[in-house]
């Protein structure tokens, strides 16, 4: 058994610092066509900036969010922050785009606090209230997703640059270092007992054996890819004639789709009650909903702002839906289902950004559109095939009988 935490769990902590480091991931959208107009380079290549923040934190998820099972936390969680605000420190500086692309790239992959922290709080949760937590933490990272876009925005409306927000970001990224590690436990799970390299190696297993994690993978790739694709675009979108607003408005869509965002804390004790299953349908229909209503009236602003709360609010809800699935499959490999579940998304995310900024220098707003309802179709699709009921076998789940440990298996292979 791992050791208890020496202070209580603060769950209201988790939020904030999962929506610090996650506003790192979003908060360069917005500024593309001010980085574009700034370093003298094509919107489809300031376009990469978004795609390397994808591809950068599904790499991190992928290499760094399996070791929170078995390594000291404050340990990690203390490097993480260091190195993102580091990173985030010469993005600002960066004179090119290709060093401002690696530096997203570096900085992205480091900043994967949230997928850390929120397995953490999960766990560590009573059965019964493990949606409500996961709910409270998902609406900390949905409010940093959002805001983040409205506050840099701001600043560079404000500094005239696009640097100033990424050097407000590694500042906001570095306060977190004093705090956050001490309140977080020693450990999640036991001290590894195989390599590093077995850890990764277990990764394609636990997919093949938990229904319960390819179905949540899948449809977090679908609506991360439509919610991506929405995203990269409506900076040039709204910077296009005729609408013609600038990084400032782009990013004031942040502060618009709050009502979403507070509403998506509702989607982790809905889940509780009604099964996240419920709660996906749901959350895809909003989601259509919203990107229909922006597709059919492009250039009215209040048509643009309801779109994007009701992409905001469904595709929220999915998350914290999907992740509520996976992490009761047990606290050993918590990290773990949770990379997979994120790795997924975020390769979804990184395409949909890659996707639709091509798609919309060449063909437009619509188009772009179209492929983010294709995504959304693909998830509805998904869970409707889900619904069928699995498969009977007649090996037991061990790992679930055994609170996620699997016997005499080393942790690596589970």
């Known amino acids: ?35 574009a107009h700034g370093l003298d380079v094509t919107e489809r290549t300031a376009g990469l900036i978004a795609s390397a923040a994808q591809i950068g934190y599904a790499l991190g998820i992928l290499l760094l969010v399996p070791l929170a099972d078995s390594a000291r936390l404050r340990r990690l969680t203390s490097v993480l922050l260091a190195l993102t605000s580091t990173a985030l420190l010469v993005a600002a500086a960066a004179p090119d785009v290709l060093t401002l692309a690696v530096a997203t790239l ?50 560079t409306d404000a500094s005239g640059s696009w640097r100033w927000a990424y050097a407000v970001a590694a500042v906001a990224t570095a306060a977190l270092l004093p705090v956050l590690p ?13 390599s590093y390299g077995a850890l990764l190696a277990g ?4 997919l093949a054996v938990h229904r319960e994690l390819r179905v949540s993978a899948l449809l977090g790739a679908c609506v991360f890819a439509a919610f991506s694709v929405f995203w990269s675009v409506l900076a040039f979108h709204l910077a296009a004639p005729p609408l013609g607003y600038g990084p400032g408005a782009a990013g004031l869509f942040g502060l618009l789709t709050l009502p ?11 889940a509780d009650r009604y099964g996240a299953s419920a709660v996906s349908v749901g959350g895809l229909a909003c989601a259509g909903f919203g990107l229909t209503t922006a597709a059919f009236a492009p250039y009215s602003p209040v048509a643009l702002v ?11 809800s999915c998350q914290v839906a999907g992740q509520a699935r996976i992490l009761g499959i047990g606290r050993a490999v918590a990290a773990r289902v949770n990379t997979v579940f994120m790795l997924a998304t975020f390769a979804g995310g990184a395409l949909g950004s890659l996707a639709g900024s ?4 060449v063909h437009g707003w619509l188009a772009a559109l179209l492929a983010a309802g294709a995504c959304v179709a693909v998830a509805g699709l998904v869970v409707v095939v889900a619904a069928r009921p699995a498969a009977s076998t007649c090996v037991r789940d061990v790992t679930r009988e055994a609170g996620g440990i699997r016997p005499r298996i080393p942790q690596g292979e589970s």
């Open 358 to 361: 091509w798609l919309y220098a």
């Open 306 to 316: 309801a779109g994007a709360n009701l992409l905001v609010a469904g595709v929220s």
């Open 260 to 270: 979403a965002a507070l509403l998506s804390a509702a989607a982790g004790p809905l």
């Open 1 to 35: 058994m791992s050791p208890a935490p020496a202070r209580p769990l603060n769950v209201p902590l988790l939020a904030v610092a999962g929506a610090v480091t996650v506003a790192n991931i979003y908060f360069p959208q917005p500024l593309l066509a001010a980085v």
């Open 182 to 194: 001490r309140r977080l436990p020693e450990r999640l799970g036991q001290p590894a007992r195989t």
């Open 106 to 155: 570096a900085l992205s992959t480091t900043t994967v606090l949230p997928q850390i922290l929120t397995p953490v709080a999960a766990v560590l949760a009573d059965p019964g209230r493990r949606g409500r937590v996961v709910g409270l933490v998902g609406l900390g990272l949905t409010l940093g997703s959002t805001l983040s876009r409205t506050v840099s925005g701001a600043v």
């Open 203 to 206: 990764l394609p297993r636990l």
